[in-house]
C-alpha cells in the first residue's frame, strides 16, 4: 500500500453504466417511472434500457453511486488518499468503459468478473427538472463471498482506515455487507453507510437494522432521513432531532456515532448523539447548475477525501459540498482536472 499521509479509504457497491436520456411523460408512464426516485428495475421494466437508447439525445456517463463517491474522493485528495473499490461486472463494453475511466482517474479498481451477466446499468430518465433512476444491476448482481474473501479483497481491507458502502449495498447480500463492516472494525477502521434511497429504508430494513449498530458514519439526503425517522418511529420530521436520535441508536464502534445530512442548497447537519451542528452551503447560482446527478454521491467523496485526511468534521462537510458544488456545474458525476480546494 503506497503511504501518502492520507488514510486508505475501501469503497463497495453496484458498478453501473449510467444511460441518461431526457424523456416525455408518456415514457414515464409506460414504464411506471415515478418522478424523482430510485428504484430496482423489474422484470416488466426491462425494455426500458433500449428505448433509451433510442432517444436522440442518450448518453452513457460511468455511475454507480459508490463508484461516484469512490472517484470523487481520490480526485479531491490531490490524488493522495489511496482509494480501493470493490464490485462486480462482466467483461463487455461497459465494463471496460467502468473499469478504464475510474482507473485513469486514480482509482484502485478490485473487480469480480461475472459470466452470468452483463455489466450493471441504471436509467437515467430526465422529464423536466426531475431525474427518475431505475437501475439494472445485473452483473453487480453477482458479487460473491469468494471475492469478498479473496486475497486482493483482504488485502485492501487490511491495508484500509476508511470504509465507505452505500445502502444499495443491503438488496445483494447481508453477509458481505455485516463481513465488511466487522473486518474494518477488526483493523481499527470507520465503517460508514449511506441510506442511499427511500427503498433501502422501506424494502431492505430489516438488513439495515443487522448492519446499523456497525456504522460510525451514518450519510443521507433529507428525503432518507425522514424516511428513516418513519421507519424507526422517531415522532419527528426536525432534521436535527432526527440525526441525533440516530446517532443514538445502539452502536458498537469505537467513538461515538456520528450522523451527516445533506439538505440540497440549505445547511449540511452533522450531529452525534450530545450534539448538533449545521455546515452553510456556498450558494450556487440556479442557472449555473447543470444537473445534480450524483450531488450527494460527490458530497461523500468530499468529505472522505478531508476525513482521510485527518481534518475535523465541520472541514469534511466543507470539502464534501465543494465537492458536489463542483460537480452539479459539470454534466453527471464529472469535473476538471483538479480541485480548487486545499484540504
Ligand atoms: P443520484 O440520485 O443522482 O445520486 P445522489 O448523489 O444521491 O444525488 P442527488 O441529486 O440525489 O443528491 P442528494 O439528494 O443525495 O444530495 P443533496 O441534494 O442533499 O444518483 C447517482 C448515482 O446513483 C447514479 O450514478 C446511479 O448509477 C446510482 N444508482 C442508482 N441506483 C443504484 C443502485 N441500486 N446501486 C448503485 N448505484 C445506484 O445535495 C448534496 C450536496 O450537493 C449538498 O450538500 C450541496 O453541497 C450540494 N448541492 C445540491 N444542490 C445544491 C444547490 N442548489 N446549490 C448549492 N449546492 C447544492
Known amino acids: 500500500m503506497e503511504r501518502t499521509g492520507s488514510a486508505p479509504i475501501y469503497v463497495q457497491c453496484n458498478p453501473l453504466l449510467d444511460i441518461s436520456a431526457h424523456v416525455d411523460e408518456a415514457f414515464m408512464k409506460k414504464y411506471d417511472v415515478q418522478p424523482a426516485s430510485a428504484a430496482l428495475c423489474s422484470e416488466e421494466q426491462k425494455p426500458i434500457y433500449a428505448d433509451l437508447e433510442n432517444q436522440k439525445d442518450v448518453c452513457y456517463i460511468p455511475g454507480g453511486s459508490g463508484l461516484n463517491t469512490a472517484r470523487v474522493a481520490k480526485w ?85 482506515k476508511i470504509f465507505y458502502l452505500t445502502g444499495f449495498t443491503l438488496t445483494i447480500n447481508v453477509e458481505y455487507v455485516l463481513t465488511v463492516a466487522k473486518a474494518a472494525h477488526a483493523v481499527g477502521g470507520l465503517f460508514m453507510m449511506n441510506l442511499s434511497a427511500p427503498f433501502i429504508i422501506q424494502f431492505f430494513g430489516e438488513q439495515l437494522k443487522q448492519v446499523l449498530p456497525y456504522v460510525d458514519i451514518i450519510f443521507s439526503n433529507e428525503d432518507e432521513a425522514a424516511a428513516f425517522s418513519e421507519a424507526q418511529g422517531f415522532g419527528t420530521k426536525d432534521i436535527k432531532e432526527i440525526a441525533q436520535k440516530a446517532a443514538a441508536l445502539p452502536h458498537e464502534g469505537p467513538k461515538d456515532r456520528l450522523v451527516v445530512f445533506t439538505q440540497g442548497k440549505d445547511a449540511t447537519i452533522f450531529a452525534t448523539k450530545d450534539k448538533v451542528e449545521e455546515v452553510v452551503v456556498p450558494a450556487i447560482a440556479a ?26 468534521i465541520a472541514r469534511c462537510c466543507e470539502a464534501g459540498n465543494y465537492a458536489a458544488g463542483v460537480i452539479i456545474q459539470h454534466d453527471g458525476c464529472t469535473f476538471p482536472a483538479t480541485p480548487d480546494f486545499t484540504i
Open 76 to 160: 479531491m485528495s490531490g490524488k493522495k488518499a489511496p482509494v480501493t473499490y470493490v464490485g462486480c461486472i462482466a467483461d463487455d463494453k461497459y465494463g471496460g468503459i467502468l473499469k478504464s475511466s475510474a482507473e485513469k482517474e486514480g482509482v484502485t479498481m478490485n473487480l469480480e468478473y461475472t459470466e452470468k451477466e452483463a455489466t450493471g446499468t441504471c436509467a437515467v430518465c430526465i422529464n423536466g427538472k426531475e431525474r427518475s433512476l431505475v437501475a439494472n444491476l445485473a452483473a453487480a448482481n453477482c458479487i460473491s463471498g469468494k471475492h469478498i474473501a479473496s486475497p486482493a479483497v483482504q488485502a485492501s481491507i487490511n491495508g484500509s
Open 287 to 312: 442557472e449555473k447548475i447543470v444537473d445534480t446527478n450524483g450531488a450527494g454521491d460527490s458530497f461523500v467523496g468530499g468529505f472522505l477525501a478531508a476525513l482521510a485526511a485527518d481534518k475535523p
